[in-house]
């Protein structure tokens, strides 16, 4: 429980962040409104298109009555609209960051530099980081995919479809949307896609506590769009929290920092073969002249022991 709160505390101040940094909020939301403008004009077209479709799909029903005919072909197309509708639903977060990874970098990076500790990002390339996106969105929906199918074929269980299962509909959505929002700030902490993963599996209610509130809120389109800048920031947060990083101590110069005292100073000397006596020293280069003892002693003439 205590992850779970604390899931929903990283939501809450993902927005206080951008709520205090409203140049960065405004700047967070354009990859979301070029992805709402696509998708609704995809979505008109589709519109447009859907009656065609049910058309060329239901050639079988050319010789059936109009009201008949008309039934099945507005039904199918009901049915094509409602279901790109929930496409869109379902990749509007993956198509965002695919999008905005340029946008959403910047984003991280500028989180991570206000609250300090902010890591070494890998140096790769734009078309890299793109690439890199693409795969991981991919490997994401695929997953969630497969979820989906499972939890479609459970829905049609008597009771536990229409209780159980789209609980856990919601649930799946959650951690799988954490696990794209985390992705940038993970990414700039070289963390590989299934370390993740993983880290996620094993912080779930963290997850979930982010996850499952945003994927209420990002139902409505217009949400996702205002809400996203603050979501990149919060799960920056989460980020923080399951790979910390440590700032490196800065190395010591000229004894500061070792916790040792500073060595007393040695006064300049100079060299001892540059000493010299003071001028004046009679005994500067020689023995004093007249010293009787300044060439080796002979004995006194006449020396009445010399023989001896």
Not at 79 to 101: C, E, P, R, Y
Not at 124 to 129: A, T
Not at 157 to 164: A, D, K, R, S, W
Not at 184 to 198: D, I, M, P, S, T
Request: aromatic share 10%; charged share 15%; with cysteine.
């Amino acid at each position: 429980m205590r992850d779970l709160a604390a899931g929903m505390g990283y939501l809450a101040k993902g927005q206080k962040w951008v709520g205090r940094h409203g140049r960065w909020w405004a700047f967070g939301m354009i990859p979301a409104l070029i992805t709402l403008a696509g998708y609704a004009v995809a979505l008109f077209f589709l519109g447009g298109w859907a009656g065609d479709v049910a058309e060329w799909a239901t050639p079988f029903a050319d010789s059936w009555s109009s009201l008949w005919q008309d039934l099945l072909r507005t039904t199918l197309a009901a049915v094509v609209f409602v279901g790109g509708l929930l496409l869109s639903v379902l990749t509007f977060t993956a198509v965002t960051l695919l999008v905005g990874q340029p946008f959403y970098e910047e984003l991280c990076e500028k989180v991570d530099e206000t609250e300090g500790g902010a890591p070494t990002p890998p140096d790769v390339p734009l078309w890299r980081e793109l690439v890199v996106a693409a795969r991981d969105s991919l490997f994401v929906l695929v997953r969630a995919g497969g979820f989906g199918v499972l939890l479609f074929g459970a829905g049609f269980i008597p009771v536990i479809g229409q209780t159980v299962v789209p609980v856990l509909g919601f649930l799946v959505s959650g951690f799988f949307l954490t696990l794209e929002l985390t992705s940038v700030g993970l990414q700039r902490r070289g963390v590989a896609r299934r370390e993740r993963l993983r880290l996620l599996r094993g912080r779930l209610g963290l997850a979930l506590g982010f996850g499952v509130p945003l994927v209420l809120a990002f139902l409505v389109p217009l949400v996702t769009v205002v809400a996203m800048p603050g979501a990149v920031a919060g799960a920056t947060l989460l980020a923080r929290d399951l790979v910390p990083v440590e700032e490196e101590p800065s190395s010591p110069e000229d004894g500061e920092g070792d916790g040792e005292p500073d060595a007393p100073a040695v006064p300049d000397l100079p060299e001892y073969g540059a000493q010299r006596p003071v001028d004046g020293n009679p005994y500067a280069d020689g023995p004093a002249g007249g010293n009787p003892y300044a060439a080796a002693p002979h004995p006194v003439e006449p020396n009445p022991y010399r023989g001896a």
